[in-house]
């Protein structure tokens, strides 16, 4: 993130009078202190309040009364609003914790994919993979990434057709798990906070995933979730799977809780919102949450061998 000051510059540069502010979740405890120093700068400033989960989660009710509205923490997805000013926050490490997975190649060529937080070290960790002999292969992201960066619901930089294996630095299992499944390759997760690295593996993962769908099985209609949020919505795609499933209803919401799908009954739901709700959310909701592949493997369109991740498109 830029500094403080720098932030004020760029808003005076764009003429900006009032701002709206958003962070996400781990950032909201900023929001007081960058607030009031904006203020104090002579900018109107209104803090959004409301969850925030990505850069497809803008705080669009709060951008309709402002001149421009500033998200923290995430980089934009696309071609991005103009009166939206991204400021993504970056997390340093040592490069050098990235020789504690060499031992664990069989190849001594590999993918190297990371998260928005980290990809500006990605040209220090090619170095140090290249002085412990193993050479480093990258690709651009989908949905605005950067070169070697991935997101939770876009794994394309993972795509690596001349690699079999591939290292994903970050904190966190779900990323690796979804660069295993969209790609099918060996999956060495290093948390670089940490220094621990490990091989994925996604047998857990799917036997629960099964369960899941042979819960849903006995379902006699289905509650398709869409969400009004513009970065995470797939109407065309749950209309499109709707027109084939006569008990099928589609939902929109822009907050997919627990509660409301406790009072809305459906014995099971398909997701078509932000795709780590069905993955991160599922213990917390009444009842199955399928992806819209998992569906699919329910109605017998596709096999459950061919197990893919939900992404957005």
Do not use: W
């Not at 050098?96 to 040209?123: E, M, N, Y």
């Not at 060495?188 to 995933?209: C, H, N, S, Y």
């Amino acid at each position: 993130m830029t500094g403080y000051s720098e932030l004020a510059g760029e808003l005076r540069r764009r003429n900006v009078q009032s701002i709206a502010l958003q962070f996400p979740e781990g950032m909201k405890r900023k929001a007081r202190e960058i607030a009031l120093f904006l203020r104090k700068e002579g900018f109107s400033v209104i803090v959004s309040a409301d969850p925030c989960y990505g850069a497809c989660d803008l705080a669009s009710d709060a951008l309709r009364l402002v001149d421009a509205l500033v998200h923290f923490g995430h980089t934009p997805l696309g071609d991005p609003d103009p009166k939206v000013i991204f400021e993504p926050v970056s997390v340093d490490f040592d490069p050098g914790v990235l020789k504690g997975a060499v031992h664990h190649f069989r190849k001594s060529t590999i993918g190297l994919v990371t998260t928005a937080q980290h990809v500006h070290l990605l040209p220090a960790m090619v170095r140090v993979l290249a002085d412990s002999g193993i050479g480093a292969v990258t690709r651009p992201g989908s949905r605005g990434c950067s070169e070697g960066q991935i997101l939770g619901c876009a794994f394309e930089a993972a795509r690596i057709p001349s690699v079999e294996e591939i290292l994903y630095v970050g904190t966190g299992i779900f990323h690796p798990l979804g660069v295993r499944l969209a790609t099918g390759k060996r999956v060495i997760a290093l948390d670089p906070l940490t220094g621990t690295a490990r091989e994925v593996d996604e047998d857990r993962f799917l036997r629960k995933r099964f369960a899941l769908i042979e819960k849903a099985r006995s379902a006699d209609a289905f509650g398709f979730i869409v969400s009004s949020k513009t970065g995470q919505n797939r109407l065309s795609l749950a209309r499109e799977m709707a027109s084939g499933c006569p008990n099928a209803v589609i939902l929109l919401m822009r907050e997919v809780d627990p509660g409301e799908l406790l009072n809305l009954g459906f014995p099971a739901y398909v997701n078509f919102a932000c795709p780590r709700l069905a993955y991160d959310d599922q213990p917390r909701f009444p009842a199955p949450v399928l992806t819209p592949q998992e569906f699919r493997i329910l109605t017998g369109e596709t096999d459950f061998s061919s197990y893919t991740i939900d992404e957005m498109q």
